[in-house]
């Protein structure tokens, strides 16, 4: 699978963002889909996932309540709506894949990141 991230930019504290992930290849209902963020000197961490269906969903803590990720599976996109952003949220997002068990994924695909700058 091929994974095309896409949505960031510029956007004041207390904005909205809405990234979008983008799929192509192999069947994408297969795959659960994860948002992971790096900001400038910080490891990569992960953000969000969704199972294959859309069922389930999991959030890091500093994103919960403020990130809602969904998917469109007829459209093999996966979105992530990003609200009351913070500039602590500002980091490079990817979006990763992986086909085996929601309980434990390993995150196999990336995509290229898109950027995501908060100002204060």
């Known amino acids: 699978v091929q994974l095309q991230a896409s949505g960031g930019g510029l956007v004041q504290a207390g904005g909205s963002l809405r990234l979008s992930c983008a799929a192509s290849?192999?069947?994408?209902?297969?795959?659960?889909i994860a948002w992971f963020r790096q900001a400038p000197g910080k490891e990569r961490e992960f953000v969000a996932a969704i199972s294959q269906l859309g069922g389930s969903t999991y959030y890091a803590n500093s994103v919960k309540g403020r990130f809602a990720i969904s998917r469109d599976n007829a459209k093999n996109t996966v979105l992530l709506q990003m609200n009351s952003l913070k500039s602590e949220d500002t980091a490079v997002y990817y979006c990763?894949?992986?086909?085996?068990?929601?309980?434990?994924?390993?995150?196999?695909?990336w995509g290229q990141g898109t950027q995501v700058t908060v100002s204060s």
């Open positions: 290849g192999r069947s994408f209902i297969s795959y659960a």
């Open positions: 990763a894949a992986d086909e085996g068990p929601w309980q434990t994924p390993v995150w196999h695909y």
